[in-house]
């Protein structure tokens, strides 16, 4: 039986309203990320300090959490979200939150945006406590977020959304093991590119639903540009490489 998509009713709290909309099932693949950058840095030698892992956690889900606010917002405005009635909800088609009225267009997007500022304090302080070196990874991650379907680079609607995500979530793992060491280190980046790449296989396989809406509204995934046919050995290839 398929789950019903979310409607206002369902959502009086307008806390448990906005938490919805960030999507947090999905937030579990950053936990793992940030658990596998952690556990390279125990895994050499290093003491656990339980203060900057538990701000690095709470605060990449808060990144993971606005990338996914901001990317149903763009969906929307592109029309891929109003043209999208082959989704497989609540794993493709995005939240449906602004579609189904139950958050303004407006507020997504200032929601979203207001996550992905408030992890800048916050890394700030992780960087004072480890290294500078921090800087880089943080700005990095948050570009690659910003930029999988922010204009004007939109690199899904490019074709080139599966680089973003390896990236993003191989820099997760990374910066949770350098918060840790106060250094860069070649473990954690061996570590998260085989994971990375699983979560690339994910949101590359929830793009075929979605193929025939992101087509209409011009958003250029691989799988529209190669079609199903040929786009379903791309899962195989990723999968190989993972």
Not at 36 to 63: K, W
Not at 107 to 133: D, E, Q, T
Not at 180 to 193: E, H, Y
Request: aromatic content about 12%.
């Amino acid at each position: 039986m398929p789950t019903l998509e979310p409607a206002l009713q369902n959502f009086p709290n307008p806390v448990l309203r906005y938490l919805a909309a960030t999507r947090p099932a999905f937030l579990s693949i950053t936990l793992v990320a940030c658990l596998i950058g952690l556990a390279c840095a125990h895994f050499s030698g290093l003491p656990l300090r339980v203060d900057r892992a538990l701000i690095t956690v709470f605060f990449a889900l808060a990144a993971h959490a606005g990338v996914n606010v901001i990317n149903d917002y763009y969906d929307f405005t592109s029309g891929t979200d109003v043209h999208n009635t082959e989704r497989i909800f609540p794993f493709t088609g995005g939240s449906r939150f602004i579609t189904n009225g139950i958050i303004p267009a407006r507020h997504m997007k200032i929601f979203g945006y207001a996550l992905l500022f408030a992890v800048i304090p916050a890394g700030l302080w992780l960087m004072r406590v480890s290294s500078g070196g921090l800087f880089w990874i943080g700005l990095a991650g948050l570009f690659a977020g910003w930029a999988y379907s922010s204009p004007p680079l939109k690199f899904v609607c490019r074709g080139v959304g599966e680089p973003a995500i390896l990236a993003g979530w191989t820099l997760i793992a990374a910066g949770a093991d350098f918060v840790q060491r106060g250094g860069f280190s070649a473990l954690p980046w061996l570590a998260g590119v085989p994971f990375a790449l699983l979560v690339v296989n994910i949101l590359y396989i929830n793009q075929f639903p979605d193929r025939m809406a992101d087509a209409a509204a011009g958003k250029r995934t691989v799988i529209v540009r190669l079609g199903p046919e040929a786009a379903r050995w791309g899962y195989l290839a990723i999968a190989l490489l993972a």
